[in-house]
């Protein structure tokens, strides 16, 4: 979980980009940038708030329990205001919920700012119940969008958010060496993925969201997917790119498996594949053009010749609490690479030929020094 110290020091960031852009108040929706300056893990699919004035006090509107037994708030937030998510006495409904913020949002505001103020949001990042409230509170001009620079501040992660995306990680190599284990010809697509997920279930003692690509052979070719009742064929390459999230953060890692030995193609692609990683770290660093890195790593795949042209995907991407983040490597991408970026990189080579594809992926901590794989799961095939 988040470290209430840490949320600290993202709320006096938050203070110069207020301070920069002349905002008085700053009004957060988004379930995610609510988690990441107070600390509290709410739940995604309800409304919340957190306000924070330029003098540096915050509140936060939840449904969430946020008291411990000694009854002092678990938040880095100077005052808590729940409202009731389940009620006998109405519906409850994300309309109703969202009505609740709603007056508690505009009662907080015309506390922080009783004579009016310039306002500072993240757009449509709530219900509307809740953005109108945020909008119809007083203040000069037109709210201003903080979501831009908000997600640039989300970019660089601190010791907390790293120490989630590890905790992640842990699930992932779980599912990953249980399947490796297990996997063999006849087995259906879902049933690997059961085996997977309830490895990283029984890590995680607790039920965990699991999103990815779980496709063999030649489905993996065109992109992946779900999984499905194919059975695998001996000799199919085994795309496991899972992203699972967990304590409010996500990483994002791949593994490629192949079901028997492996030819001497998929050795050959693998080979290539891996070196793509060491042409990764090399260029991977502070103040590089994401893509840069992207033109690199495609320019080395493109030429082994038995899939030359099959990377048509992006090389990576930044990851956090959300699976895709900036910066993209992508030959598109106007981002320059930055310190303390967490970027999943994912080289791949496919071609019928090799009976499916081989993608490996590294979570790669950015830092002057070089770069530092979060993960640790051997990339071998077998």
């Given at each position: 979980?988040?470290?209430l110290?840490?949320c600290?020091?993202?709320?006096?960031r938050?203070?110069?980009?207020?301070?920069?852009?002349?905002?008085?108040?700053a009004v957060?929706t988004?379930?995610?940038?609510?988690?990441?300056?107070s600390?509290v893990?709410?739940?995604?699919t309800?409304?919340?708030?957190?306000?924070?004035?330029?003098?540096?006090k915050?509140?936060?509107?939840?449904?969430?329990?946020v008291?411990?037994?000694?009854?002092?708030?678990?938040?880095?937030?100077?005052k808590?205001e729940?409202y009731?998510?389940?009620?006998?006495?109405r519906?409850?409904?994300?309309?109703?919920?969202s009505?609740d913020?709603a007056?508690?949002?505009k009662?907080a505001a015309?506390q922080f700012?009783p004579?009016g103020?310039?306002l500072?949001l993240?757009?449509?990042?709530?219900?509307?119940?809740?953005?109108?409230?945020a909008?119809?509170?007083?203040?000069?001009?037109?709210?201003k969008?903080?979501t831009?620079?908000?997600?640039q501040m989300?970019?660089?992660?601190?010791?907390?958010?790293?120490?989630?995306?590890?905790?992640?990680v842990?699930?992932?190599?779980?599912?990953?060496?249980?399947?490796?284990a297990r996997l063999e010809?006849g087995?259906?697509?879902?049933?690997?993925?059961?085996?997977?997920?309830?490895?990283?279930?029984?890590n995680?003692?607790t039920?965990?969201?699991?999103?990815g690509?779980?496709?063999?052979?030649?489905r993996?070719?065109?992109?992946?997917g779900?999984?499905?009742?194919?059975?695998?064929?001996?000799?199919?390459?085994?795309?496991f790119?899972?992203?699972p999230?967990?304590?409010g953060y996500?990483?994002?890692?791949?593994r490629?498996f192949?079901?028997?030995?492996p030819?001497?193609?998929?050795?050959d692609?693998?080979g290539?594949?891996?070196?793509?990683h060491?042409?990764?770290r090399?260029?991977?660093a502070p103040?590089?053009?994401?893509?840069?890195?992207?033109?690199?790593i495609?320019?080395?795949?493109?030429?082994?010749?038995?899939?030359?042209?099959?990377?048509?995907?992006?090389?990576g991407?930044?990851?956090?609490?959300n699976?895709?983040?900036?910066?993209?490597?992508?030959?598109?991408?106007k981002e320059?690479?930055?310190?303390?970026?967490?970027?999943?990189c994912?080289?791949?080579l496919?071609a019928?030929?090799m009976?499916?594809g081989?993608?490996l992926?590294?979570d790669y901590?950015v830092?002057?020094?070089g770069t530092t794989?979060?993960?640790?799961?051997?990339?071998?095939?077998?």
């Open positions: 979980m988040l470290n110290d840490n600290r020091e993202r709320q006096q938050l203070l110069k980009v207020m301070e920069q852009d002349s905002i008085d108040l957060i988004n379930p995610k940038t609510v988690y990441y300056f600390g893990l709410v739940n995604p309800l409304p919340h708030a957190y306000l924070l004035d330029a003098s540096g915050s509140a936060l509107l939840t449904d969430a329990p008291l411990d037994p000694g009854e002092k708030p678990h938040a880095a937030a100077d808590v729940m009731r998510f389940h009620s006998m006495e519906d409850n409904t994300v309309t109703n919920w009505k913020v007056v508690m949002l009662a015309q700012l004579t103020g310039a500072g993240e757009f449509d990042a709530a219900p509307f119940a809740v953005s109108d409230a909008r119809e509170v007083a203040c000069s001009g037109s709210p969008n903080l831009p620079a908000i997600d989300r970019r660089q992660k601190d010791p907390d958010e790293i120490q989630c995306m590890r905790r992640a842990t699930l992932v190599e779980a599912g990953l060496a249980a399947i490796k010809p087995m259906t697509e879902f049933r690997a993925y059961s085996i997977y997920y309830e490895a990283m279930v029984a995680a003692g039920s965990v969201e699991l999103a690509d779980f496709a063999t052979g030649l993996n070719v065109k992109g992946g779900p999984p499905t009742p194919r059975r695998v064929q001996l000799g199919d390459l085994y795309i790119d899972t992203f999230i967990f304590q996500m990483c994002d890692f791949t490629t192949v079901v028997g030995r030819t001497q193609i998929q050795q692609a693998w290539h594949v891996m070196e793509a060491e042409i990764a090399r260029n991977i103040g590089v053009p994401a893509k840069e890195v992207y033109e690199t495609k320019t080395h795949l493109d030429k082994f010749e038995p899939a030359q042209g099959s990377f048509w995907h992006h090389a991407h930044g990851v956090g609490l699976g895709w983040e900036l910066p993209w490597l992508t030959p598109g991408s320059t690479i930055l310190d303390r970026e967490v970027l999943a994912e080289p791949g496919y019928d030929a009976q499916g081989i993608r992926e590294h901590l830092t002057p020094e794989a979060l993960d640790r799961f051997p990339m071998d095939l077998t």
